[in-house]
């Protein structure tokens, strides 16, 4: 657990956030690479949080310290590609990492702590992606305790070894000392992932101190205890045998991150491709997302010349930190309205060329970041609008835009004052939205639409490269309304001003439970079943009234309980 | 919708509930039965409210109007066996059914409104299996506007008709104009059953005025629509049509579901087989399921002849009864504790001679039932803990009620004081373990226990038929814990009184997290994503506040929402 408050409960007053960091300015991380072997060793700053009101002691994090792990677990793909296993540990003695900052979750406000939790499990699921995808296997070495999301980040890893010294743990106190959940992942990845039995898992998630190495590892916590003189030894050769199980090229180069070119002020956020108006009056943002300015490279080559100055990735950077953005610091924002603009033909040929190359790892991991930021979106608690006009360019991977939408209009004919001679809009299904950016229902979008619906589905892939009319889009069911010139700006305005009218949090229900249909994953179990279920008890007097158990934690006063079940 | 209620917000005060009743003291609905067609007309009394403080308008409904409906849903499965389709009506003119009554749900404690829409989801799982499993097929019989919950009511019939009259319509308005979700499956079977597309979903579900049949019908919100002249004839039709398809037997009696004898105090409640005490003091309630009191009969006949004095009939009724009773009026017991007590040969009897005649639809309506009934215990927001002592039968189907529990103890030995020569307790698997009583998951709970690992699944199944020690139980990994003698009391004191000191919320949200790994189904996601974001939503100001949506409704102010994005 983590800083042992003695202050009084002030609300912290968080600011505005920028994801924007380099390893250069990390606070809280070391991050060395060693050929194929990096070392990610976490190092928090106890007096660098995010927001004034708390100490970051015993490696506890708060979401400045979650950014910089993010960034690094950016790095590491992009900047990288010839580390094929990263070892995740501490540079502190004795403490793997407390979980998130008590007094930081104690004295946030509700929206906050959601929005924390659910960029930490973000970033969780994509460590388990660049295991999985990546040839990045991720290795937790608890050289010391990890207790409640420190053990949840152990968890998002593909191994996890915990020192066996008598008085190392790993546990899940949350529940026991706090009155919330393990909920970053922790209730499901125990018996989903690590397939404890659930009643050992129950004891387990009930026992504050958790329990050493060898419980652990007989239980499947863990996968392997080592003593402490064995230690580095063990990790380095763990670390290698996993690195030389990996298939990243050996002899790859790496892409730099260079920083975003952004400009932001209250009411425009602005990139290269990709621009938000903030509307505060109409409770809306309006996105545009442009296709590319020039044509795509000819080959591989140049694509890795590119680097991040290609289009793809340029966008994928582009959109990934305005969702963080917007998300974090433009919270009464209820409805994004989501607009491309370009020449559609473009976008497809970008699109072909990296699906051409899947086995080149930069080509790769270009459409893994696209996945990702679309998956992003998907758990997004704002209502999303496409709009698709004369100029747009919703075809293969930015079509994904529109089919993540809540509903979408497309135009139907021209804007007859704007300019009547304009081609009409259309939408274009193509092979990238076929199998290469699953949610994480693991559908497709399109799949995830027409479920239980193959005729539908049959249909719409089955005109997969054609650009197609309102008319064809509609009747194929790819968009959800169709008016034309003289009902568009009257149909649109009522959609977004009916959208702002009703309640924000009934509105977020509705989206979480619309947007995945079908199957469900450990990952839907996750931000669906689990984050609920801390949302409402983060908001219930027992947790975070003045005498609820969070709130009391570290005051020497016991939480008092309203015992009735609900 | 329902009751526009004028008077001032006056919490209602819940008092006791009984969950049993009988047809002739039905003051909402009635019951018809032609041959192979029952007709479940609902005919709501507005002045029958459950509780003081609201007026049951327009069809609306409350607990007390889904008791009766939930009896009548029983008694055609047991009393009825002749019918083989119900139709699901209105007697009222032009409406079928407002849904569940909003001053009821603005003016109920937040427990009480998820309490209340736990049981109504399991009603209508409870429709829906009798359609796929019993040969009674239910047909949504809309004779009138269907909204809200009485349009998610008619989502649970396999068949739905509404009347095309330009003025009936199905409508799902809880989001625009209370600020909640349609919470009792509405979103969860609008795209997952009737497979909705799901941005016209979103479109319907904000749309409170809902759709006319053409419309309803092209959405696949309906089947069918009917023009009022031809209404009746075409209901009767299509009941025929689905009577014929039925293989309930043509010339089966139905044996008559008799008064439960109960007795109930403040501190007990006992049935014939089944009795709790309720102990305030610790928090739990001490249950104990007793097994057969005589032989099996020998045959098929003799257990239509006992009809519901048959054992497993009559401890499923008594077990389904108290469930309800506890979690409606004893709603500070967040422990229960589970016994039996019997001979485990005797109920191994019991469940073969049911088993072996699952082609009986007597035979195969109370296994249907105790599967039901066992599903209710999954889904209870109370720690199940399951204690095996010497003269304990966790045999086949009273096994399932350990597997249900959160974990559980066995004991080692005797008790040395009480019975040294006692025979030690056993835990026995049987067939009835082994796929007649699956979860909402669709595993059994076995399967659930030992998820992602076959090899343990198969070493306990390995086993069926033989009385297990509480070591070899224990290797098996079917029990928890072992202790003996010499630490059971201090140990399962400590168990109790450890979970009586925790959140309960956060307990809620751990064991409906811990309880079903694994595969999900439309009824996982209801009781899971659904009902869990609905108890956020409840638990909001902008929906329960003073300003809230479901406060201010039939005010004529509106509510006042924090814009905020969560």
């Known amino acids: 657990m983590t800083s042992l408050a003695t202050e009084e409960n002030v609300a912290a007053a968080p600011g505005h956030v920028e994801f924007r960091v380099r390893p250069d300015a990390y606070r809280h991380w070391r991050l060395t690479v060693d050929g194929p072997v990096a070392t990610l060793a976490m190092d928090v700053d106890e007096q660098a949080g995010l927001v004034p009101g708390y100490e970051l002691k015993l490696n506890s994090y708060d979401l400045g310290v979650d950014i910089e792990l993010y960034d690094a677990v950016q790095r590491l793909r992009f900047e990288h590609p010839e580390v094929r296993a990263v070892v995740l540990t501490s540079a502190k003695d004795r403490i793997f990492c407390a979980g998130a900052n008590i007094r930081m979750l104690a004295t946030s406000p509700h929206g906050w702590k959601v929005n924390f939790c659910k960029f930490t499990n973000e970033t969780r699921v994509g460590i388990e992606d660049a295991t999985a995808n990546s040839g990045q296997a991720w290795i937790a070495a608890l050289n010391g305790t990890a207790s409640g999301g420190g053990y949840e980040l152990a968890l998002a890893c593909e191994h996890i070894m915990l020192v066996d010294d008598r008085s190392s743990t790993v546990s899940l106190p949350e529940l026991p000392l706090l009155g919330v959940l393990p909920g970053t992942g922790g209730l499901t990845r125990v018996v989903e992932k690590r397939r404890v039995r659930r009643d050992l898992a129950d004891y387990f ?65 602005s990139y290269r491709y990709v621009s938000a108006a903030l509307d505060g009056a109409r409770g809306c943002a309006e996105i545009t997302v442009r296709g590319p300015d ?12 590119q680097g991040a100055d290609f289009w793809t990735l340029a966008v994928t950077r582009e959109l990934d930190d ?28 970008y699109d072909r060329l990296l699906l051409d190359h899947r086995d080149d790892w930069l080509a790769n991991e270009i459409v893994l970041y696209l996945k990702r930021t679309l998956k992003r979106l998907d758990v997004t608690s704002r209502s ?48 990238m939205n076929l199998g290469a ?77 619309y947007r995945f249909t079908g199957p469900e994953t450990t990952e839907t179990k996750i931000f669906g079943r689990l984050s609920c279920w801390q949302n409402w ?23 008092t309980f309203d015992r009735e079940r609900v």
């Open 322 to 349: 305005l969702i963080l953005d917007l998300r974090t610091n433009e919270t009464a924002l209820g409805t994004w309205v989501l607009r491309t603009a370009g020449d559609p033909g473009r976008v497809l040929e």
């Open 384 to 431: 999303l609008m496409a709009l698709i006009e004369p100029g747009s360019c919703f075809a293969g991977s930015l079509l994904e835009l529109a089919l993540a939408a809540d509903r979408s209009y497309q135009l139907s004919g021209a804007f007859e004052d704007q300019d009547a001679a304009a081609e009409a809009a259309t939408v274009t299904v193509d092979r």
């Open 294 to 305: 020039r044509a795509a490279p000819a080959g591989l080559a140049e694509v890795h010349r």
């Open 205 to 269: 998630t009930t026992r504050p101190e958790g329990v050493g190495a060898r419980k652990a590892v007989q239980w499947r916590l863990v996968d392997e205890a080592v003593a402490r003189p064995q230690w580095s030894e063990a990790v380095a050769a763990r670390a290698a045998e996993l690195a030389a199980r990996s298939t990243r090229p050996a002899d790859a180069r790496g892409i730099e991150l260079t920083p975003l070119a952004k400009t932001r002020t209250a009411t425009e956020i």
């Open 537 to 559: 008890i983060f908001h219930r007097p027992n947790a975070s009234g003045p005498d609820g158990a969070l709130r009391r934690f570290g005051t020497g006063q016991r939480a």
């Open 437 to 513: 950016l699953p949610m994480a229902n693991d559908l497709t979008r399109l799949q995830t639409r027409f479920f239980g619906d193959p005729d539908a589905l049959a249909a719409a892939t089955g005109r997969a490269g054609q650009a197609l009319s309102t008319e064809d889009a509609l009747g194929l069911g790819l968009v959800t309304f169709a008016p034309d010139d003289i009902d568009w700006a009257e149909e649109v305005r009522i959609a977004i001003e009916e959208r702002t009218s009703f309640s924000p949090d009934a509105l977020s229900g509705l989206e979480a439970n």
